[in-house]
């Protein structure tokens, strides 16, 4: 069973670092467990071959418990707005959240790209994300990354995907809820087997690499189950 579960994680690996890269504002990973934390970047790439970006402005969707990564050279302002119904979270009742995060006084030159990261708490239940943007120009153009995902200027998305794990459960619980609560002797027996060859391979798998591996084989296992096909 652990081979069968680290081969489809590998190979949902290659797959998701495969993707070509969008060249325009983006979150990334796009995919991620709901109820969980986890680690984001706001990723920049410049476009134009005559300006720098300057500024760099995020509408973020309600996320809870959020933090951010500072970043050299750029200066960093955060609004918090009210929420219209409280959420639920450890206990706690949050009233507030993040509502648009400004970095600017650094700049991004042409042909480069640069990385704002930040950590929250994905929401409950499967939902899809919004990130507005807004990137600005050293010549003072703003381009609006605020359309629709087939337009020529899509807002960042993310798509949370619910495992049904219980609150304070990390990623990892989520590669065990996949084994089930139980192992035949042919699983032990393979297990012994991978720890006298001592492969390690998911001790080296990084956190990020776990989440995108995840979701995949959940993904696949539930088109499996209703006998769709994918190309």
């Known amino acids: 069973m652990r081979r069968v579960v680290l081969g489809a994680l590998a190979g949902a690996l290659v797959a998701a670092f495969a993707a070509p890269a969008a060249a325009h504002v983006t979150v990334q990973p796009s995919e991620a467990i709901s109820g969980t934390f986890s680690r984001f970047v706001v990723r920049v790439p410049n476009e134009r071959p005559d300006a720098d970006t300057t500024k760099v402005v995020v509408k973020m969707p ?29 206990g706690q009742e949050i009233t507030e959240a993040v509502g648009k995060v400004t970095w600017k006084g650094g700049r991004i030159g042409p042909g480069e790209f640069l ?5 929250a708490r994905m929401p409950d239940g499967e939902e899809t994300l919004t990130f507005e943007a807004l990137q600005t120009y050293s010549g003072g153009e703003v381009v609006e990354w605020t359309g629709a ?8 998305s993310l798509t949370t995907y619910d495992l049904g794990l219980e609150e304070g459960q ?3 619980a989520a590669l065990a809820e996949l084994r089930g609560g139980g192992t035949s002797e042919a699983d032990d027996a393979a297990d012994d087997d991978d720890e006298e060859e001592g492969t390690g391979t998911a001790t080296v798998l990084s956190g990020a690499a776990l989440l995108f591996a995840v979701i995949a084989l ?5 088109r499996g189950g209703t006998g769709a096909t994918t190309a």
């Open 62 to 90: 309600p996320l809870t418990f959020v933090s951010f990564e500072p970043r050299d050279g750029w200066k960093r302002k955060v609004k918090m707005v009210e929420l219209e119904e409280p959420i639920e979270a450890f």
């Open 115 to 119: 990385e704002f990261g930040f950590s």
């Open 149 to 156: 995902p087939d337009s020529e200027t899509p807002a960042a």
């Open 170 to 172: 990390g990623q990892l």
């Open 218 to 222: 959940v993904l696949a296992m539930r």
